[in-house]
């Protein structure tokens, strides 16, 4: 017989969960001494806030490939999950959200600390629980880490009310449930009209998603796309699944993308999405995206299948099994002039840097070039995630921890500090002064654990996207954006955190500044000073289509 908590923290263990984060409250707190007591099995890493607990165990869950965890209180603790939660949702990480509640008794009540966190986030979940009988506790607990990562992943909540965490049951160990490798239905109609149309195809271009990071399954697109000679553009969430240097490789596709992969979308006859759902950040104005071409759409979520784009042929299953069964049905077929197109496309329309006395890509660059392709690299959300999309040159899944779909500014230090535990190795979390501002009380958190973690803050007194748009569409209407008033003292905040601390004005200090704080194992902020003017381009503006991107502005 054990108390509720007790199970929790058992079926943990069981499940094979190493590190949790999160921060103790008053309905929590049973589960937290059962921590306490489990210490020696168990690690909680102890954030600063809520979001960035969440956040941790996002960034945990990408780097690991295992389902993050992450704990919080019921009332404020939950509520502050909320974003970390959303932020997993969209990007499809595997994440178990465990909150307390105040007692069934008390539900209802308008209780101190009470909030419906299962209505809340049942938008922005896989599924989620509240425990109602100590009896399906354990059931509930191996069901939810099931759910988070199987299929197509993502998050899932458990709420445990007070009552239920105290009481006692028998609980008895069970080996978690294997997730078996998907398999998909062969004779669909989509498959077969697919494998038709790749045949008679004789200008192919594959557009490549997170869903083929998140099916493990970079092998298998490497080998469809150099049997049929099919040049590949990547979703920002799959940078990394193909070497940023592999002759078939255009970069980066969307509203920031390559110029060349613009150019190449409209000279294509058939376009192959792959585990990528034509979000408007690529698609920009779905109803002229791919217009007049074929469209193959490959994915595990059915949901996602002509949702956003009419597809010519779609295909329901894993990215991994998919692919494999094309390569075998298709016998190889050379296409030299597209691929040689497609190259000579990407080699004309190079990223252009920026004449300022310090060019965040330079910054950028000089990383790549003192770091390993296993280094992981996280971001929060605007130019600086931009710049590091288009200009880091990416080469291993898993590498690049960034918010997708939700764009969540302030994601990228707690991201960053699940990543390190993760690998347990050195991260660079390269971020921006406005994003930086929102949760830079996780420092104490990197400082408290000694985590290498290097931030490269790129500031910009400005938060630099927002004011790129009102520059270029709202006659530099500057509302809200210009920051050249914070005091904020970079240098002082490292010092009182207990961080190392370097400022870069030139290009010529880059180097000599990096190498020595990038080697070490400190914590550090690296303040990069650029210039506010400074834009990412290419860029697509909202609701466009892709010819009308923007290559130069003056």
């Given amino acids: ?77 939950a509520t502050n999950l909320v974003t970390g939660i959303a932020n997993a949702y969209m990007d499809s990480i595997p994440m178990v959200a465990i909150t307390g509640n105040v007692p069934l008794a008390l539900l209802g009540r308008d209780s101190f600390q009470e909030v419906d966190i299962t209505g809340i986030t049942m938008p922005i979940t896989k599924h989620n629980f509240m425990v109602k009988d100590i009896k399906d506790l354990a059931p509930i607990m191996r069901e939810a880490f099931y759910i988070a990562a199987s299929g197509r992943p993502g998050p899932v909540l458990v709420d445990i009310p007070k009552n239920i965490q105290q009481e006692l049951c028998e609980y008895k160990k069970t080996k978690p449930k294997i997730i078996v490798s998907p398999t998909f239905d062969k004779t669909q109609e989509g498959l077969k009209k697919a494998i038709e149309i790749i045949k008679n195809s004789n200008k192919p271009l594959a557009y490549v998603g997170g869903g083929v990071v998140m099916s493990k399954a970079e092998k298998e697109l490497l080998a469809f796309c150099e049997s ?29 993308g390559r110029a060349g992969v613009a150019k190449a979308l409209f000279e294509c006859d058939t376009i192959i999405a792959i585990g990528a759902r ?82 965040p890509r330079n910054v950028l660059e000089c990383m790549r070039k003192l770091s390993t392709d296993s280094q992981i690299v996280a971001t929060d ?61 996780e420092m104490a958190t990197a400082v ?17 996207m927002v004011r790129q748009w009102q520059t ?55 303040e990069c000073e650029v210039q506010p003017e400074g834009i990412v381009l290419p860029m697509v503006p909202a609701g466009k289509s892709s010819d009308e991107i923007i290559i130069e502005y003056k």
């Fill in 1 to 77: 017989m054990m108390k509720g908590a007790q199970i929790v923290i058992e079926c943990l263990i069981e499940q094979g969960v190493e590190v949790l984060f999160g921060y103790p409250g008053g309905t929590i707190i049973d589960i937290f001494d059962e921590l306490y007591k489990a210490k020696d099995r168990i690690t909680h890493i102890l954030t600063s806030h809520e979001q960035g607990a969440s956040h941790a165990a996002d960034g945990y869950a990408r780097a690991s490939g295992k389902v993050g965890v992450v704990l919080a209180t019921s009332g404020p603790g």
């Fill in 228 to 256: 049929q000679d099919i040049p590949m553009a990547s979703s920002m969430m799959a940078l990394g699944c193909v070497p940023y240097t592999h002759p078939l490789h255009m970069g980066m596709i969307g509203m920031h």
């Fill in 278 to 359: 034509f979000s408007d950040r690529v698609a920009t104005n779905r109803l002229l995206f791919g217009k007049g071409k074929n469209i193959i759409h490959i994915d595990i979520d059915a949901a996602e299948l002509d949702k956003n784009v009419k597809t010519t042929a779609a295909i329901e299953g894993d990215a991994k099994a998919v692919l494999t069964h094309l390569t075998t049905a298709l016998k190889p077929k050379p296409r030299k002039d597209w691929a040689k197109n497609c190259a000579n496309l990407k080699a004309a329309y190079p990223f252009k840097k920026i004449s300022d006395p310090l060019c």
């Fill in 381 to 441: 959300v605007g130019q600086h995630q931009m710049w590091t999309a288009q200009s880091y040159g990416f080469s291993k899944p898993g590498t690049f921890v960034t918010s997708g779909g939700l764009g969540a500014m302030g994601f990228g230090l707690g991201a960053a500090i699940g990543a390190c535990f993760a690998s347990k190795k050195p991260v660079y979390l390269v971020t921006g002064d406005g994003s930086f501002h929102m949760n830079l009380h």
């Fill in 448 to 464: 408290r654990y000694k985590l290498p973690i290097k931030v490269i803050l790129l500031n910009n007194k400005a938060l630099g």
């Fill in 472 to 526: 270029l569409f709202y006659d530099r209407h500057h509302a809200g954006t210009i920051l050249d008033d914070l005091p904020t003292n970079f240098g002082k905040l490292a010092d009182a955190f207990g961080a190392k601390y370097a400022k870069i004005t030139k290009n010529q200090d880059i180097e000599k500044t990096l190498k020595p704080l990038l080697s070490s194992k400190d914590t550090c902020i690296i």
